[in-house]
């Protein structure tokens, strides 16, 4: 199988994972990127069985409202059920790198609402150890220079996204050279540099299910 249709074979699971438990008055937590995308795409067959979304990004948000599912803010509606996202790294302990497409500050907020986040994800994004996918930063624009001098200290070779700019008005710096053998307590220590608004590491609240496609199918994972 494409990679794209390992994509959209997770998507298919993730709609079988959560179409039962819809309801009226059901919002959904939805996130961003090429997996995100195809779920958002199915999702819109449901569109009469639930409420709407809250999405984690301006495309994601985009795209639902192009389907005709309405969207809310995150501050109307509280708490979620589910988020259902994509992930750029994942290992056993549904820890993830996230935020290749620098959505991953939205994304942890509403994935912080979340009652349950479920991971979706073609087999080629499952790691034993997270850091070979450069773990993005996203920085207040002024220290980028500092942060990234602090990143150093750490072991990181920070790389900053040219021409990125995101949702929230921010940069990102993207952390190359960085394996993590600690991801609940690397996430905090660079969440604690000054000008750091998140990185991409989602290891204190990860992922609760794990939708990963295969050539020989969906694998359902729960954290090991
Ligand atoms: O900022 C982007 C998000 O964290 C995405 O969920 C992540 O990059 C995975 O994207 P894709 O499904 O396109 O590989």
Known sequence: MTQDELKDAV??????????????????????????????????????????????????????????????????????????????????????????????TREKIVAACAERFICIADASKRVERLGDFPLPVEVIPMARSYVARELVKLGADPVYREGVITDNGNRILDCFEFMIDDPVAMEARINAIVGVVTNGLFAARGADVLLLGSDTGVERLTPA
């Open 11 to 104: 998507a298919a699971a993730a709609i079988d994972e959560i179409a039962p438990h819809l309801e009226r008055d059901t919002i959904l937590g939805i996130g961003t990127g090429s997996t995100a995308n195809r779920f958002i795409d199915r999702l819109a067959r449901l569109r009469d069985d639930f409420m709407g979304a809250v999405a984690s990004s301006e495309a994601s948000a985009e795209r639902l409202r192009g389907h005709g599912i309405e969207v809310f803010e995150l501050n109307s509606v509280g708490t979620v059920p589910y988020y259902i996202d994509g992930a750029d790294e994942v290992n056993a302990h549904l820890h993830m790198i996230k935020g290749g497409g620098a959505a991953l």
